[in-house]
């Protein structure tokens, strides 16, 4: 059993709990399987889908640039921030928030507004 294979059956499960420990770990992918793993393979395993779970969450956050664009063309009006800690040393930016308000919000609550 190779450890790739053992990340790619594992990974939901250390997405929810990535701090499963190893021992543990191991001892659900033998009763599972019934096999014998070494405690090195489910390191490596473990190491290999919290580096794949990473990447999947940096791939989100490069998109989100797209995400507010569609919101601006899908809904006219509307206003989206994004803030960002531009890293100098790593070159690299690190999300922190993101503001949107709906065009149809804005105005709905205009025309409802009490005028004082």
Same mark, same amino acid.
């Given at each position: 059993m190779k450890s790739t294979w053992i990340s790619k059956k594992y990974v939901d499960s @250390?997405? +929810?709990n990535p701090q499963w420990p190893v021992k543990s770990f191991k001892e659900t992918v033998e009763k599972d399987y019934n096999t014998r793993? +070494?405690?090195q393979q489910v390191y490596r395993a473990k190491d290999k889908a919290l580096k794949l779970i990473e990447g999947r969450?940096?791939?989100q956050? +490069?998109?989100i640039w797209d995400y507010c664009e569609e919101l601006r063309k899908s809904n006219p009006g509307t206003?989206?921030?994004v803030k960002c800690d531009f $890293? $100098? =040393? @790593? &070159? =690299?930016a690190k999300f922190q928030r993101l503001y949107v308000? @709906? &065009?149809a919000a804005k105005e709905g609550f205009k025309a409802s507004a009490c005028l004082l």
């Open positions: @250390l997405k +929810s793993v +070494s405690r969450f940096n791939e956050y +490069s998109r206003t989206t921030m $890293q $100098q =040393q @790593l &070159g =690299q308000c @709906l &065009g």
